[in-house]
């Protein structure tokens, strides 16, 4: 190579590193970096490390533009930045600083991890592999930076173009609004809805496909999608097949419960089953009728996953504890799985649930009291929430259903955010005790429903299922700023003791958890476990014939059971 390519090359060089130096922001680098070191600390989920790659490579830009938001508001006020060797002292020590808080929390990462996976009790991980975490973390890192670079591009130019109407600082206010109100409409509306409207299409026409190579209908005349049926199995959608076909028969009960036992009904209608959601509940009301449900001793409204997918582990332990006497119907409301569902339609299942709702209770309260069954609600995660938009208190007060269990409760929900805000003095967030304990009642691993005063329950018996750990409850928008209420104080069995809040960075590790609530090991995170669902049960439907042995059966033959469906 000549030397006068070789000065070529090294001048194209320096222009390069001169026009990243100039698009740069130091104190943005400086936030980054201590955003991306913080985001190595524990929070509810364990993360492998490509999770913890993307997690702190966003963490990293959303600090960068933190800091250069700042450095732009400093020029923008005309303040005078530090020159000279202040200006060269101040980089140093900054970037000393920096330089040791990421290297301590990568060396520190590991032990972290293994804080949250050890109060979950899971294996342990021997090393945080930092270098991995690193590497992975510079994609997501670069594209966003590169993405708030144009948007700030497109910032300056709309307000150069303005300053020859108005004064600059006018000129810039204005550009920051409109840009602002464009990217955010572009982004929600058009990219994010219209890719949410796509999924959702794709999955509504996948499942119109896979209902063309189903299994065959059930002999059963009582399920639902029986030739007997009022309900073309065809059209129930995979989850609501499997949530009629995998239960336990009158058989297995009595096998496992070593006494006689009836067969459990379950009723199961999809989207395609009816036109309207109306309709729909209707044909629902109508199958409860055909196979007896009413006949029942416990009738159970379930709001499912948007899919229809019903959580096993606490419709089968029902069933078991009821010995089979109890009937269950379900009403499917979407076909994207329950976080998209919570984005794109969060109103309509609650639509699906008060009409489903209404339709049963309409005729439930018309039948005679001493020959009636008990009557339950029931969802997990975005069904908790939609059932509990079926219905107001208020209105069914004159004859009221007798409870519901909702498990893993979205923080959006609201019968839950009301009871938790109006908790007692004392009791912490993720284990509340709301007035005497007659109507609300909160359960965790291992304690059930039962109230530590003894107090009895009054006409109706609201029990909340949910685990410390499970991000899906506990997210909150506002810890971007302030720290939660169930970090304060005790913490939950199975929430990290190492765990911290941080501006900013806790509520990304917690965006992230819930993207990761199903990952973690039976009876924490997102995975409700069927032991703790018994004793739920038992004090919210005080089913007979059990004893402690019992139920201490029951349990361990159903953690096995799960456990090994897990491996699977």
Known sequence: MSQASAQEQTSILRRFLGVIRSHLSLPGLAVGAVCFALSLTPSLIPRTFLIQGVLAGCVFAVGYAVGATFEWLWYFLQLKPPKGRLRFWLTAITSAICTVIVVFCMSRAAEWQNSVRLAMGAEPVQTGHPIQVLLVAILPAVVLITLGTLLAVGINFVAHKLRRLVPPRVAMLVSLVVVGFLAATLFNGFLLRGALRTADAFFEQLDDVSSRFVEPPPTNPTQSGSPQSLISWSTIGRDGRNYVQTGPDKAAIEQRIGRPAMEPLRVSVGMRSAPTVEARAALALAELKRVGAFDRDVLLVISPVGTGWVDPAGMDSLEYLMAGDVASVSLQYSYLLSPLSLLVEPDYGGEAAKALFDAVYTYWTALPHDRRPRLYLN????????????????????????????????????????????????????????????????????????????????????????????????????????????????????????????????????????????????????????????????????PTGWDAESLSRLKSEMTREFEEKEKQ
């Open 379 to 542: 969802g997990l995660s975005l069904g908790a929430h939609a059932s509990q938009n079926s219905t107001q208190i208020l209105d069914v007060l004159r004859d009221p259903y007798q409870g519901a269990l909702w498990a893993g409760p979205p923080f959006t929900s609201p019968i839950w955010r009301w009871a938790t805000a109006n908790r007692n003095p004392g009791s912490p967030e993720w284990r509340p005790q709301v007035s005497d304990g007659g109507t609300f009642r909160f359960s965790n691993q291992g304690d059930g429903l039962a109230d530590p005063r003894g107090k009895p329950w009054g006409p109706i018996r609201i029990g909340f299922l949910q685990y410390a750990s499970d991000p899906i409850v506990f997210f909150d928008p506002r810890t971007l700023y302030r720290e939660p209420d169930w970090m304060k104080g005790e913490r939950g069995p199975d929430v990290s003791k190492e765990l911290t809040w941080y501006p900013i960075v806790t509520l990304f590790q917690l965006g992230m958890d819930m993207a990761l609530a199903l990952t973690s090991p039976l009876g924490h995170g997102h995975v409700y476990a069927p032991a703790d669902y018994i004793d739920a049960w038992m004090v919210l439907v005080e």
